[in-house]
């Protein structure tokens, strides 16, 4: 009964959304990260043969001012940087990207992201890519932009770039701004435009503001950003900085209080978490939606959710696709990131083939 109350719901949407499907967009998360380890440049090539509209890069620099693609300020859970520089990590027992050049961090294998239990690497998700298999390495920004435009050639397609900058609040106060940095490399492959095709994103506030007040200015570029928002359930970090902590004030927000129409005066859209869009505790048959998108919306904002895994589903929905459909076309968001892009590429173009009929 649940199952046709479902589909009888998918045919009412598609009638009312009159092709609205094809103007959703799908954001390969780190890649194709559900089948290859995340930010590999294999499964950037695999998210674009997917079909995704737009591939994240998260970006660290090293400590002679290079950008490369990285989820985390860190190297140890994504890399053997333990066991080929034993001796370099900070006094909290983390290895730090900024404090290596990127010729060392060339020389480390990258694998699945993994935690550390009972002493042993563990991987963060079982069913995927094994630790430690075939070989990979970390990359610069420039490569994986390169090998887009490469692909985006030889496909005769033009997919984008969804770049974000990790603490930036972090890096000024080791010296480095990694927003000039982004930016100026950005401008050399020519996306400085408003129709470029890119999303440029960022947790800190203060900084995107700077970058729309200052830095556009200073290099007469104009491109969409997004502020990325925190789910309900981020807490604050610390991480070390001449050997004292230093608070990152990434996620320093009151989700209750959002004033969206501040944020479109810097931002074009914004990345909550989809925690922050449907309540956890919804069912199936009764959906709880926050009403941050309608606001955001009225805003003049996108809203772009993170992370959408088919691994990892929330209560409220019995498959990767019933995930999808809520959030598509019952939250009405304007596209996800997700580790997944080929099943939610399938999805849209399953609507779309329906609505064009």
Not at 211 to 224: A, D, G, T
Request: with cysteine; glycine share 6%.
């Amino acid at each position: 009964m649940k199952k046709l109350i479902f589909q009888t719901v998918i045919l009412g949407v598609i009638v009312l959304s009159n092709g609205i499907a094809g103007e959703k967009i799908v954001i390969a998360h780190r890649g194709a990260s559900g089948y290859l380890p995340e930010h590999s440049m294999e499964t950037k090539a695999v998210s674009y043969v997917m079909g995704a509209d737009y591939i994240e890069q998260d970006l660290v620099l090293t400590k002679d001012n290079r950008l490369v693609v990285l989820h985390d300020i860190f190297l140890d859970r994504v890399t053997n940087v333990a066991d080929i520089f034993p001796d370099r990590k900070r006094s909290d027992g983390r290895y730090y990207v900024i404090d290596f050049t990127l010729a060392e961090i060339k020389q480390l294998d990258m694998t699945e992201r993994y935690k550390i239990k009972n002493g042993k690497r563990v991987a963060v998700y079982l069913n995927r890519f094994p630790l430690g298999k075939s070989s990979f390495k970390v990359h610069t920004f420039e490569e994986e932009i390169e090998l887009i435009q490469g692909m985006n050639k030889s496909f005769g397609k033009n997919v984008g770039l969804y770049p974000e900058i990790k603490s930036p609040a972090f890096h000024h106060a080791e010296g480095k701004d990694i927003a000039l940095i982004s930016l100026k490399i950005l401008k050399k492959y020519g996306y400085d435009t408003r129709n470029s095709k890119i999303y440029f994103q960022c947790f800190e506030a203060k900084e995107l503001k700077r970058i729309k007040n200052e830095l556009f200015n200073q290099l007469s570029m104009n491109i969409p950003l997004v502020l990325l928002l925190p789910g309900s359930n981020k807490k604050k970090y610390a991480v070390l900085h001449n050997g004292e902590k230093f608070l990152l004030n990434e996620y320093n927000w009151d989700s209750e209080n959002i004033n969206y129409t501040e944020i479109s005066e810097y931002a074009d859209g914004i990345g909550p978490s989809y925690n922050s869009l449907v309540a956890r505790d919804s069912q199936l048959e009764q959906i709880k939606i926050t009403p941050m998108v309608s606001e955001a919306h009225k805003a003049g904002l996108v809203v772009h959710p993170y992370t959408f895994r088919s691994d990892k589903l929330p209560q409220y929905a019995a498959s990767f696709d019933q995930l999808l459909f809520i959030f598509y076309f019952m939250v009405d968001i304007d596209g996800i990131f997700t580790d997944f892009p080929d099943k939610a590429v399938d999805f849209l173009n399953s609507f779309s083939n329906h609505t064009h009929k």
